[in-house]
């Protein structure tokens, strides 16, 4: 009943790494093992021009000056020192922030922690598509408001906010604007050249770099007021000490500058795999989709299985890699905020599978995924549980 090989569809939690950023990295943890920071030798100048190297090619993708990239341990550090650094850096001009009920825990437990120390938060409520309701979020923005977070592709659901027109709105109001950027990275075109943001967290290994090491984009013109979060021997412009780990730099940067060179053949291919993994979830009863399809990224499907219990789904499932409906990956997990922002109800999160497809994901593979579904779920609803009411509404209409 298990597949042949396991398969891996949670591309969305993390990636391996390249083969290609995996020969990158390793002369720099053996040969080239010099501390960037030490100019005074050839060990340090060779580490220090690597990170340099890297510094472009992350910039590269977004398009932004190498000298507005901070390197941080992930994105999770990008977003406290992008929130947290702006909010306590820029006290004086207010107390207020902005951000959605469906961000990343990185942010929302940011902020949490700024509202114990007394900044009031504007949590929104999004669409019943993911999506944001540019009238609400322009309402929410007040004269006290210092900081608004929205991120550009969600981690759950794939959905692709207008960052352009969020962005404008904050312009208009003097509101810097953060945008958690770790599920874009070679899944949509990044422009900090023409975008109206001021600061944007990115990480590694959701592109096929490594885990460890992210990057916090700060707008340089106009400065931007940030208070640092570790204090130390002043590395990255003082805004994050530490010495640089120059492999996981290098890995980064080849990671992202092969995410800017394939970005395109690689959006069609994921494409084609999350339109025929759609096609097959429309073939079986009561599935729903969450998230606009229009505004998503290819490599996300997440749906919801109606009259299925969540735990017995994701037994049946076994041999597949998938993230679920579930805050915890164990039976009894919060059900998801971000599934719950969107008006699902906590049987139908419960009952949720987030199918996250990349570099590595094949035909076959959807295909084993879709034979499964269609092979269990009928099984696991005919197990006497009561039919759902989509179910009954279905019977009621074919009876009339
Ligand atoms: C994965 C993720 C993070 C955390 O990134 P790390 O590099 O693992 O710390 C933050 N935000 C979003 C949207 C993510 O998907």
Known sequence: MTPERPIYLDYGATTPCDPRVVDAMLPWLHRDFGNPASSGHAWGRAAAQAVERARAQVAGLVHAEPSAIVWTSGATESD???VKGVARAQRARGRHLVTLKTEHAAVLDSMRALAREGWEISCLDVRADGLVDLDRFAAALRADTVLASVMLVNNEIGVVQDIAAIGALCRARGVVFHVDAAQATGKVAIDLAALPVDLMSLTAHKSYGPKGVGALYVRRKPRLQLEAQMHGGGQ???????????????????????AADE??????????????????????????????????????????FGAVDGESL???????AFSTGS????AGGEPSHVLRALGRSD????????????RWTTEQEVDAVLRRLHEQ???LRGAGRPPGPHRADAAAAAAR
């Not at 805050?327 to 164990?330: G, K, Q, V």
């Open 80 to 82: 406290n020192l992008a």
């Open 236 to 258: 990255e412009r003082g805004l994050r000490s530490g010495t640089l780990a120059t492999h996981q730099c290098v890995g980064m940067g080849e990671a992202l500058r092969i």
């Open 263 to 304: 970005m395109d053949a690689e959006r069609a291919r994921v494409r084609a795999l999350q339109q025929r993994l759609l096609a097959g979830l429309g073939a079986i009863e009561q599935v729903f989709v969450n998230g606009s399809l229009e505004h998503r990224v290819p490599h996300n499907v997440n749906a919801s």
């Open 314 to 320: 994701v037994a049946a499932l076994e041999g597949i």
């Open 327 to 330: 805050a915890c990956a164990s």
């Open 347 to 358: 049987a139908l999160a419960h009952a949720s599978l987030r199918l996250t497809l990349g």
């Open 377 to 379: 779920l009928p099984r």
